[in-house]
């Protein structure tokens, strides 16, 4: 399942970048869409399906599209941040994706199972992709304003 997170991994940030040049919001809209898909992997996987074949395929494919955040949501980082605080925002948005996915999720998880048991537990928690998704919808607003005024910022800093 790790590997085929990492190859999502790059799949989607592939599929982001190209298609930015067409599409300038694709780094947030790919984002949007893969944690949309998210929640219908593994919410099918762990709430209408049961042990055997067809949840395999179904967490195999969610973790291929589960990661697919990761690299558009770093591009858009850098993007809309002065160059001289680039460094500082990636290092922000890593604990941040750390501090939220990595040890929030899983005690989230635990609290539920705890109190509704590991399927509802399970079944639930990929429904949490659905607020990433309205968040990175609220942030495309704003996302070309924000990476012109990076780049001006970023030109003068190379006149100067």
Do not use: K
Request: with cysteine; proline share 5%; net charge neutral.
């Amino acid at each position: 399942m790790v590997l085929t997170g990492g190859l999502g991994a790059v799949i989607w940030s592939i599929v982001a970048d190209r298609l930015t040049a067409r599409h300038p919001l694709a780094r947030l809209h790919v984002p949007a869409i893969v944690a949309v898909l998210t929640t219908v992997f593994m919410g099918l996987a762990f709430g209408a399906t049961g042990p055997g074949a067809l949840q395999t395929a179904l967490i195999v494919v969610g973790a291929a599209v589960m990661t697919g955040t990761i690299g558009p949501v770093a591009a858009v980082s850098v993007d809309v941040v002065d160059p001289g605080l680039r460094a500082t925002a990636t290092a922000t948005l890593a604990l941040t994706q750390n501090l939220l996915g990595l040890a929030l999720g899983p005690l989230l998880a635990g609290v539920l199972s705890d109190n509704y048991g590991l399927p509802f537990a399970m079944a639930v928690t990929p429904f949490f992709c659905l607020g990433a998704a309205a968040l990175f919808l609220i942030a495309a607003r704003t996302y070309e304003a924000d990476a012109r005024l990076a780049a001006s910022a970023a030109l003068e800093e190379s006149r100067a």
